[in-house]
């Protein structure tokens, strides 16, 4: 507390101000804040432009729809951006979802609104001609390869090994895919934007 200044203690208060920086740093655009807090469109840019006063229950849908609490949006200090969100999973723990090539560790599974989703994958396919097609999703992906080895295919380059330790960050909407090719099947520590398409 000590660190902050007074000013920013005593300062008044814009909550179109905060609204909007919210909004802005999740890039949720005018139409989907709007959407996520089930408010009009028309209503949310009132707010946003200082035009209305909205009322206790449009502040709570406005806080539900950021993903925060309705204090945080009466704090004008730099803390109020922390979420202060957390989430453990033992070893182990995670919700599975396996497939015919991939059986996925789900992590981290009771948080929502994740602007990352990680998971943990053991790696079954041993051959290109074990997909039927290329995987491919909207956003970015992480990969880190936990043990054994794999063989990373990608539509644009040439196949590449990737051993304990390595690690690859890709566009998910390139054709992706990967074979353990290790005496045990490879497990690889997978981080990916959230997208409506992606199919694990």
Known sequence: MSA?????????????????????????TLDEAAKRSS?????LSKIENEQVSPTFEVVQKLA?????????LFVSTPESLISGRRAFTRNGQGRSHPTATYE???????????????FKTTVHARSFDDFPDWVRHSGEEFLLVLSGAIRFFSEFYEPIRL???DSLYYDAGM?????????????ILWVCTPSEDLSL
Do not use: Y
Not at 104 to 118: D, F, I, Q, Y
């Open 104 to 118: 996925h560790e789900l992590l981290a599974t009771e948080l929502t609104n994740k602007k990352m989703v990680p």
């Open 163 to 165: 051993e304990q330790g």
């Open 64 to 72: 539900a729809g950021l993903g925060i609490d309705v204090p945080q």
């Open 175 to 187: 054709g992706h895919l990967c074979v353990s090719e290790s005496e045990q099947d490879a497990q």
């Open 39 to 43: 408010l009009a469109k028309s209503t």
């Open 4 to 28: 902050i200044k007074a000013e920013q203690l005593f300062e008044p208060l814009k909550l179109g101000e905060k609204v909007r920086e919210i909004r802005l740093r999740n890039k949720w």
